[in-house]
């Protein structure tokens, strides 16, 4: 029989996420109370570890692109040229 796959709310990630990283219980033991793998509590906890910042209005950072604008005036000089 197949078994249909769950949802976890970002609430729930980010509460088992934050007690994993207290560290007072082994990752087996937080899997059962919350009824999820313990494969998937690391996930979320270097998931959280990986956007905490963003929490606090941190920009992410983005590679460095042209200006859109730049690309607009050498797409107008080019459409003159033709």
Do not use: S, Y
């Not at 949802?7 to 088992?16: I, M, S």
């Not at 979320?44 to 859109?68: E, I, M, S």
């Amino acid at each position: 029989m197949k078994r249909t796959r769950r949802n976890h709310g970002a609430t729930l990630k980010a509460q088992v996420a934050l007690v994993a990283l207290k560290g007072d219980k082994t990752l087996a033991d937080l899997a059962e109370p919350f009824q999820v793998h313990p494969t998937q509590i690391t996930e979320w906890k270097q998931q959280l570890l990986a956007r905490a910042a963003d929490v606090f209005g941190g920009t992410p950072p983005t590679p460095d692109t042209p200006d859109l604008k730049t690309h607009h005036a050498k797409i107008g000089q080019l459409a003159l040229e033709n």
